[in-house]
């Protein structure tokens, strides 16, 4: 398999140390630079100045329950996998003014909350994170309702993506497709390698975007040997994936299965803290709050993230109708991977693995379908 694709530019190789160079002319261009860094002993995702502010020498270790940062023995930017938080704190915010209703004397006035968001540079989306944001942007943009403020940051978000050449023990992409290789929907497509023969990049456009970059960047010819690296240290991580999801027939194993007792066991270690959801690179739900300023002149209506394993989530006139952790863990999953599919064509999950390693109960998406598939 070539590391090229025939959708793409030619690949080149960009030397590590004109880094920096990206930067400045992603600044230059208006974007704000967004992507991994270190705040406090966490991988989060936020505001980058340089090159310095990405986790250079830093790996992620993950498994159910487990998310651990710790030193390499190289100095690759990306050498690790995925941190807790989603792109989609950026393109989907978390808490976003929807409506505001002003009061003066006995007339009171509605108006949209107008939002001017930066245009993002996403750095080091990958794989699974880019089918996430297709994900979403079948259900906000592409879908009968338009979320416009999602669909305006999208718009002007320009994608820096980056091909996996390591896997974590959570990861199960590979799996579903949607990974370690970016496929498509990005401007730039980046494959690091690092060690003794030297630290660059090769790099692929895949938009006219993307293309101008490259021209205004120092970028060489491949050497021999590099493209093949490249290509082997990728498949290299699909193989070394040791979970794996297997989709045939996912929504008819669900919905068959809707009372069988093994849902009352995984309820049980449940804490229905919504971490598997809050984290997910895809879900979407929400809430509307209503609040007023200190005169009660003005309220605004805001959209908040919210999630399914939330009792008041299924609150509807004066009851719920997930009173149980059972009955929303359970709505949860067969919600991602069975009515996703009738609903948009596709499903929730793009083998991440945040779910798993931000579960405080090590519960594991991909041994729970098995277990009801053995059953």
Not at 292 to 317: F, K, M, P, Q
């Amino acid at each position: 398999m070539s590391l090229s694709s025939p959708s793409s530019g030619p690949l080149v190789v960009l030397p590590a140390t004109a880094l920096s160079d990206l930067f400045r002319l992603l600044v230059a261009d208006g974007y704000q630079p967004v992507g991994p860094t270190l705040r406090d002993g966490y991988l989060i995702l936020d505001r980058l100045s340089g090159p310095e502010d990405l986790p250079q020498g830093w790996t992620t270790d993950s498994e159910a329950g487990v998310c651990r940062l710790r030193p390499r023995e190289d100095a690759a930017y990306f050498g690790f996998n995925l941190g807790q938080e989603s792109w989609k704190k950026f393109l989907y915010p978390s808490r976003l003014a929807v409506v505001q209703a002003r009061r003066e004397g006995e007339a009171i006035s509605y108006q949209a909350v107008p939002h001017e968001a930066p245009p993002y540079a996403l750095i080091g989306v990958r794989a699974c994170d880019l089918a996430a944001l297709a994900v979403q942007d079948r259900i906000l943009c592409q879908g009968p309702f338009l979320d416009p403020d999602y669909a305006a940051r999208r718009q002007s978000a320009l994608i820096i993506a980056v091909n996996c050449t390591e896997a974590d023990a959570a990861c199960f992409c590979a799996s579903l497709g949607c990974g370690p290789a970016v496929a498509r929907g990005y401007d730039l497509a980046l494959t690091e390698l690092c060690d003794e023969r030297g630290h660059v990049f090769l790099v692929q456009s895949g938009s006219a975007r993307g293309e101008q970059l490259l021209a205004d960047l120092p970028c060489q010819p491949v050497e021999g040997g590099q493209e093949e690296r490249a290509t082997a240290a990728i498949a290299a991580a699909a193989a070394g994936q040791t979970r794996s999801l297997a989709t045939a027939d996912l929504p008819g194993l669900l919905y068959d299965r809707l009372e069988h007792p093994h849902w009352d066991e995984v309820a049980a270690r449940c804490l229905s803290c919504g971490n598997c959801a809050m984290v997910c690179p895809t879900c979407f739900c929400f809430r509307m709050v209503e609040e007023t300023d200190l005169d009660n002149t003005t309220a605004t209506r805001w959209r908040e993230w919210e999630v399914c394993l939330n009792l008041d989530h299924s609150y509807i006139h004066g009851g719920w109708l997930r009173p149980s952790g059972k009955a929303r863990f359970r709505q949860w999953l067969t919600h991602k991977l069975a009515a996703w599919l009738d609903q948009f064509g596709c499903l929730g999950c793009t083998g991440c693995g945040r779910c798993l390693a931000w579960c405080p109960a090590a519960i594991d998406l991909t041994a729970e379908v098995q277990a009801l598939r053995e059953i």
